[in-house]
Nanobody, 121 residues
Framework: EVQLQASGGGSVQPGGSLKLSCAASNFNLEDYAIGWFRQAPAKERETVAV???????YYGDSVKGRFTISRDNSKSTVYLQMNSLKPEDTAVYYC???????????????WGQGTLVTVSS
């Protein structure tokens, strides 16, 4: 069973940074595309960033230039470095996995629990 554990959330002031981690277990990370998604209160879940099996990154428009997704297959972990955080980045962040090489949220069928990010002064 694919298992994912997200961590690293917290509270930060606007303009600050956080780094989220997604630890994978029970599967070969390199065989999966991994995505970060977020859901704010009363809003739909949206794609933040996806890293393909070949390590090609994809970013949602709202985070381009501020967030960076990366993976360390030796540590079975995917990271999301978030810089220049804004109040509108406040959400629960989830990581998820798919064996398909796609960025479509509908293809991600294994999800970790979320980690809360709060950006506020």
């Amino acid at each position: 069973e694919v298992q994912l554990q997200a961590s690293g959330g917290g509270s930060v002031q606007p303009g600050g940074s956080l780094k989220l981690s997604c630890a994978a277990s029970n599967f070969n990370l390199e065989d999966y595309a991994i995505g970060w998604f977020r859901q704010a209160p009363a809003k739909e879940r949206e794609t933040v960033a996806v890293i393909s099996r070949g390590d090609t990154p994809y970013y949602g428009d709202s985070v381009k230039g501020r967030f960076t997704i990366s993976r360390d297959n030796s540590k079975s972990t995917v990271y999301l470095q978030m810089n220049s955080l804004k109040p509108e980045d406040t959400a629960v962040y989830y990581c998820a996995a798919t064996p398909r090489n796609t960025v479509s949220i509908r293809a991600f069928d294994s999800w970790g629990q979320g980690t809360l990010v709060t950006v506020s002064s």
